[in-house]
């Protein structure tokens, strides 16, 4: 039976909605094409209708997960933000968490098109980052990005090393608190100054 142009696209949306959830659970080589289709309700076949390789869906996914992640982010403040990145829920919940720390070190191995997303996600974490902060525009444009890249750096890495311990390790929660505490130190002191003037 042949399938409407909008049924195709929206099968292949709910392929890439699938892939992006268990390529964050599992990596990229922890999911193959037939366990993908599998989970997305379709047959392993049915994949190469939708993409020419893996390659292709996994860039497509990892902006799936990008843009997951920038639609949480855009209810919060820096401050807010901060703690729910930082937090166990987050940590946890890796399938709808981060893409950027559930998957930086496989991106890395990846073609090209997957380290542009990865880019492109990058920069609308900045993006959002510099709103959620009030970032005026002017001279100190630039220390500012470099201040939002450390934060995220930061808040990126700690969720890793945290994710690399074990899951009732107590040495998991205290990366995540030490590292919470810190960023907002930082945050904090940084809109003092701009707020008593």
Do not use: W
């Amino acid at each position: 039976m042949k399938v409407s142009k909008a049924q195709a696209q929206a099968n292949r949306a709910h392929i890439v909605e699938t892939a992006s959830v268990l390529f964050r659970e599992r990596g990229y080589d922890g999911v193959g094409i037939a366990d993908l289709m599998a989970a997305a309700g379709f047959t392993h076949g049915g994949f190469y209708k939708h993409f020419g390789s893996k390659a292709e869906l996994l860039a497509e996914a990892a902006t799936c997960g990008f843009a997951q992640g920038a639609a949480i982010a855009d209810d919060m403040n820096a401050v807010a933000f901060v703690k729910y990145y930082l937090s166990r829920e987050h940590r946890d919940a890796r399938g709808d968490g981060c893409t950027m720390a559930a998957l930086c070190a496989d991106a890395g191995r990846q073609p090209e098109s997957t380290k542009a997303a990865f880019a492109s996600g990058l920069e609308s974490m900045l993006a959002t980052l510099a709103k959620q902060a009030g970032d005026a525009e002017g001279s100190a444009k630039n220390d500012l990005r470099g201040q939002r890249i450390a934060v995220i750096s930061q808040v990126v890495g700690a969720l890793m090393l945290s994710r690399a311990c074990p899951d009732d390790s107590p040495l998991a929660d205290e990366i995540l608190e030490a590292s919470c505490a810190d960023v907002l130190a930082r945050l904090l002191s940084r809109s003092t100054p701009s707020s008593a003037s």
